[in-house]
Nanobody, 121 residues
């Protein structure tokens, strides 16, 4: 089973940028549609973005379209989330997930431990 470790979170001012990474263990990484989700305090975990096994197809939540970019490097077993033009409402713990269903934007298998992103106004 794949194991996931997120990194790259931090504190940034509104309008700034961060790049999150999700490192996966195991050769099975290439088989999974991968995704990012986030959970703000007092709210449910929500879909942010997903990318298929080859990187040829992506999907984004409306709230992040045009600002966030998801990508993956199969050789490095790593997925990324480039976040630009950050807003205070992007503040949340960000999680990566392996086994996302692209059409429904639902998570599938394992989760990482999460990385905190805080955007100050």
């Amino acid at each position: 089973q794949v194991q996931l470790v997120e990194s790259g979170g931090g504190l940034v001012q509104a309008g700034g940028s961060l790049r999150l990474s999700c490192a996966a263990s195991g050769r099975a990484f290439i088989r999974y549609t991968m995704g990012w989700f986030r959970q703000a305090p007092g709210k449910e975990r929500e879909f942010v973005a997903a990318i298929n096994w080859s990187g040829s197809s992506t999907n984004y939540a409306d709230s992040v379209k045009g600002r966030f970019t998801i990508s993956r490097d199969t050789a490095k077993n790593t997925m990324y989330l480039q976040m630009n033009s950050l807003k205070p409402e992007d503040t949340a713990v960000y999680y990566c997930n392996a086994g996302v269903t692209m059409s429904s934007m639902k998570p599938g298998g394992p989760w990482g431990q999460g990385t905190q992103v805080t955007v100050s106004s």
